[in-house]
């Protein structure tokens, strides 16, 4: 007889594991073959909504620059404070019933409401008039403050208000590779915008005088003749650097421009404003750039630096304790890996101005502090002035120092030199004359004697003295 149990296992148990097994592999079927169905449908909705996305118009705008992308507005906010320039200088053919005038053009930048345009020194060289025009076509008469040869800058005068203006940026914080704009009238082409990337800084090219302070910050925005003293600005619009000069071999632009660092170009600006003439601050040493042999001698390793060749007895550096073959590294802790870099770090300092310098001698880094000179080897604020007033005439001027007018028990105007078949040589009067008044007017600095100059006309007679030789020495010229 068979038993209960004994049929279960026959028949029940295999039955029941058999419709076990089948229901597991039906929903392990469904749960492969349907939802997978579905989540792929889902993906190609997703890729095309996706792809939609990506090729409409209005995505297609947001990716087609890289950033920064928004040159319009910093355009836009900048081209109005950019000027035409045209510089009027006297035909030398001119006869007595004919006057005759050569031009020369170029660009400015109006740095302040009140008309203060900067400009590059050899827009306005030698200029008899200069004439100003704005974006807007207003056009003004414009007179020189002061300009600096041996960094290439001029600052000029309108008499206007409430003009849109262009503000300094840190030079310092341009990066190679970073964008920039150049706006300018090459080619008498009124409020151009060019646009490039920084190729290099502190780029040297000996194109001023043995003195000048080269230190350009390289571009391959498009610059031609007429944008020399345009503004070269960021995507943000901030005045980085004074377009001034083209590298060419065909007097046109061949792929690199050359624009004035603005942290430079603010001092020299502020100095001419506020002094009448840059005071410049030395150290007294002749320095060149190191090579690969000067820094095996020293055992670096890095070929960076300036190489200290010379150092002057008693000036700045001496004093300092810097000695012949130390290696300039920094100045104030900006790195100053070639000779332009170190001068243009110097050269934003003034006569008086402490000054931290890094090098390294025998191997081993040191710092110390320099107290910065001026040419007279004084720490007075003193400079040579070549007012076109004074060049015109024929010589040129600077304050008696400290030190000068104690000795002297006297202020006045020293004669630095005087040109040669001059008003003033004419005059008899020799360098080293110190001027205390004209037309019975006291002068006490050089600037007193320019501005009288500037603003009188006619017979002008001059006293004075010479320090080695006793009594008074009057002096007359026309000042036409």
Do not use: C
Not at 9 to 30: G, H
Not at 32 to 39: A, C, D, G, K, S
Not at 80 to 100: D, G, H, P, Y
Not at 375 to 401: H, M, P, W
């Amino acid at each position: 007889m068979i038993t209960l149990l004994h049929y279960m296992k026959k028949y029940i148990f295999p039955i029941v594991i058999s419709s076990l097994l089948s229901a597991i592999f039906a929903v392990a079927l469904f749960a492969y073959l349907i939802p997978r169905e579905i989540i792929i449908e889902e993906e190609k909705i997703a890729q095309q909504v996706k792809n939609d996305i990506l090729y409409s118009e209005r995505m297609n705008s947001s990716f087609t620059a890289a950033a920064p992308d928004d040159f319009i507005k910093a355009a836009n906010n900048s081209v109005s404070a950019v000027v035409f320039i045209n510089s009027l200088t006297n035909k030398k053919q001119e006869n007595k019933f004919t006057r005759r005038f050569n031009s020369s053009t170029g660009s400015g930048v109006i740095i302040s409401a009140d008309g203060y345009i900067v400009t590059n020194q050899h827009v306005i060289k030698d200029a008899e008039a200069i004439e100003v025009m704005l974006n807007n076509n207003q056009e003004y008469e414009a007179k020189v403050i002061g300009e600096d040869p041996t960094t290439d800058l001029a600052l000029l005068k309108i008499e206007a208000t409430d003009l849109n203006y262009l503000v300094f940026g840190n030079s310092d914080s341009l990066q190679i590779g970073e964008w920039v704009m150049a706006i300018g009238n090459p080619f008498r082409l009124q409020s151009t915008v060019t646009a490039g990337i920084v190729s290099a800084k502190a780029r040297g090219i000996n194109i001023l005088s043995q003195q000048g302070i080269e230190s350009f910050i390289q571009t391959d925005a498009a610059v031609n003749p007429g944008n020399s003293g345009g503004a070269l600005i960021n995507t943000r619009g901030d005045l980085l650097g004074i377009n001034s000069a083209i590298m060419s071999n065909s007097g046109k632009y061949e792929g690199y421009s050359f624009a004035i660092p603005s942290n430079l170009a603010k001092k020299i600006v502020y100095d001419i404003k506020e002094y009448g003439a840059v005071q410049r601050g030395w150290l007294g040493i002749t320095i060149i750039n190191i090579n690969a042999s000067i820094a095996k001698d020293l055992g670096v390793t890095e070929v960076e630096g300036v190489f200290l060749e010379l150092v002057s007895k008693d000036g700045a550096a001496k004093e300092a304790g810097l000695q012949r073959k130390d290696l300039l590294t920094h100045v104030n802790g900006m790195k100053t890996s070639s000779v332009p870099e170190f001068m243009e770090q110097v050269a934003r300092y003034r006569p008086g101005d402490d000054i931290i310098i890094s090098y390294t001698r025998n191997g081993k880094k040191r710092t110390t502090s320099a107290t910065l000179r001026n040419q007279l080897n004084t720490t007075d604020y003193i400079a040579v002035r070549k007012d076109k007033i004074l060049t015109d005439l024929g010589f040129e001027l600077r304050d008696l120092d400290q030190k000068e007018s104690k000795r002297l028990n006297s202020l006045g105007a020293y004669v630095v030199s005087i040109y040669s078949n001059s008003t003033i040589e004419k005059t008899n009067m020799e360098p080293g004359y110190i001027i205390t008044s004209i037309n019975n007017q006291e002068i006490r600095t050089s600037k007193d004697l320019v501005t009288f100059l500037t603003e009188n006309k006619g017979t002008m007679y001059v006293e004075g003295f010479y320090e080695k030789y006793p009594g008074e020495y009057p002096y007359s010229f026309l000042n036409n």
